[in-house]
Every structure is written in structure tokens, then in C-alpha cells.
Nanobody, 122 residues
């Protein structure tokens, strides 16, 4: 069983930056694929980024602006978000998948955090 707790969301102006954190419980954190998804009001949840042991993968909409990383010693995964745009406004969710391998399908992730709100003003 894995519990995920996100933090770091907030209100930022367009062009600004935020760093999201996801703290995970459990002793096998390093064996999980970790992902970030987001959901804007009235829209479906969408893939943002994911990381296996060290390689990050990104949705086209965030490539070059967002960076996913992990610190297995701290059981934490991060999402550094730069050059934020109003369309990045959403609730951001951290997710964990027991199998190593990046997938963009949210149904393939077994564990989810409660989410953290990111609001980008124009």
C-alpha cells in the first residue's frame, strides 16, 4: 500500500514557476513508476509527466517547461513547472504505478494523492 501527499501548489502569474512535491509512504518507492496528472474544471484528467528510475517523459503541452524528478532516499517525486501559462491551471495529482514503465493512461496507476491546486493568472 502506498499513500501519496502532494504539496507546493498555489497562485502564480503567467511566466512564473512552481515546484510540486509528492511524498510517498512505503519501503518500495524506488520500484514504482511515478506520474503527475492534472484536471481542469470541466475537463478530463490528463497526463502531464512520469518517471521510471531516472528517465522522465512528458506530455507535448509541457515539454521543455516542466521537469519531473525523484529522490528515492526521501520517497519524494517533484514536478518543476516553469514558464507557466493560464492553461496550466488545474488540480495536479501525483500517482504511482507498481510496474516500471511509463504509461499515460491514468487507469494504469494504482495509487493517487488528493491533489494540489495550481492557478496561473494572466
Amino acid at each position: 500500500q502506498v499513500q501519496l501527499v502532494e504539496s507546493g501548489g498555489g497562485l502564480v502569474q503567467a511566466g512564473g514557476s512552481l515546484r510540486l512535491h509528492c511524498a510517498a509512504s512505503g519501503r518500495t518507492f524506488s520500484s514504482y513508476t511515478m506520474g503527475w496528472f492534472r484536471q481542469a474544471p470541466g475537463k478530463d484528467r490528463e497526463f502531464v509527466a512520469a518517471i521510471t528510475w531516472s528517465s522522465g517523459y512528458y506530455a507535448d503541452s509541457v515539454k521543455g517547461r516542466f521537469t519531473i524528478s525523484r529522490d528515492n532516499a526521501k520517497n519524494t517525486v517533484y514536478l518543476q513547472m516553469n514558464s507557466l501559462k493560464p492553461e496550466d491551471t488545474a488540480v495536479y495529482y501525483c500517482a504511482a504505478r507498481r510496474i516500471i514503465g511509463v504509461v499515460a493512461n491514468s487507469a494504469q496507476y494504482e495509487y493517487w494523492g488528493q491533489g494540489t491546486q495550481v492557478t496561473v493568472s494572466s
